[in-house]
């Protein structure tokens, strides 16, 4: 069954209003905002990757998704695989101290298991946060007419993987974005009261984006010429078309996905000024359904892979 038919089928049982009918980041319960993310060794991290950075992506992913919700983070349960390598799991647990005192974060509590020699190691970790005072901003409130941004620069951390696995020169820049992404944490509560809609990009701009015009009942048109590419990555890849849809398409940016009025543009520039943060306009929402591309002036095929699913 795949990732979507299996989801479809979750939706049936999670009936509850805070699912938010499982299409958005997170949960949000009360007051609470709730997000649970997995990663599993060979599927979201290489095996021969760091434990320090495994420990601190499987906490950044989650961060992530509480940031596109403008939540502040109150703590993390863990869930994890104990394997044969004791230094291994030893070097986790100083990397989760690292990054959880990096954040302010509690660890509540969680659960361990065993799991067979030579198994792929597999985490899962629970994110607890507090919702803004204006509600929690879901990926279904964009309307036809917003602008469609995005925050920082995106495809660094796809650069980062082939750099990881040998296939291009490396640069500390995407590497660092791979192995130890950046939730956007203050940016995304500093937006609420501007945004109608908010995600975070962690499967790719192009899928995810898809994913914000179905769960809003818009068209979304993207310019791909908009979207923000690092001095990092352009070291290393021409600026072409086929540079740019491979960095919207690859996924690990964990940069926000945003929808607003346009009139909010200006708002929305001083804030990210404020935080010397870099936000870019990269398309628009309108009637209608669906993905569009848009290249200097010409309308594009979607491509065949369109980011990361399972």
Not at 9 to 32: M, N
Not at 50 to 79: C, E, F, Y
Not at 104 to 114: E, F, I, N
Request: glycine share 12%.
């Amino acid at each position: 069954m795949s990732e979507t038919d299996f989801i479809a089928r979750l939706r049936q049982i999670a009936t509850d209003p805070a699912a938010r009918g499982l299409t958005d980041d997170a949960a949000v319960l009360g007051d609470l905002v709730l997000t649970h993310d997995m990663i599993v060794e060979g599927i979201h991290f290489l095996p021969d990757e760091r434990p320090q950075d495994v420990a601190w992506k499987i906490v950044a992913v989650n961060l992530s998704d509480l940031a596109a919700k403008g939540a502040v983070p109150v703590g993390v349960l863990l869930g994890y695989s104990l394997g044969a390598d004791v230094a291994w799991d030893a070097a986790f647990a100083d990397g989760l101290d690292i990054v959880l005192r990096r954040y302010a974060l509690p660890l509540l509590g969680g659960d361990t298991v065993s799991v067979p020699a030579g198994a792929p190691r597999s985490f899962g970790l629970t994110a607890i946060g507090r919702a803004p005072a204006e509600g929690a901003p879901s990926r279904a409130g964009m309307r036809p007419g917003d602008q469609l941004w995005v925050s920082g620069s995106i495809g660094n951390a796809g650069v980062g993987l082939a750099m990881r696995l040998g296939e291009i020169e490396a640069n500390e820049t995407c590497l660092a974005a791979y192995s130890r992404p950046q939730p956007q944490l203050t940016l995304g509560q500093a937006l609420v009261p501007h945004v109608h809609a908010m995600m975070d990009v962690s499967d790719g701009l192009l899928i995810d984006a898809g994913r914000m015009a179905a769960a809003s009942g818009c068209d979304v048109t993207l310019m791909i010429e908009t979207i923000p590419l690092s001095a990092a990555l352009l070291a290393v890849r021409p600026d072409v078309l086929d540079t740019r849809l491979a960095a919207a398409s690859a996924g690990d940016d964990y940069q926000l996905l945003f929808a607003a009025d346009p009139g909010k543009a200006g708002a929305i520039r001083e804030i990210a000024a404020g935080l010397g943060l870099a936000v870019t306009p990269v398309g628009h929402a309108g009637v209608g359904e669906g993905l569009t591309l848009i290249h200097r002036a010409q309308r594009i095929a979607l491509p065949e892979r369109l980011g990361f699913t399972h």
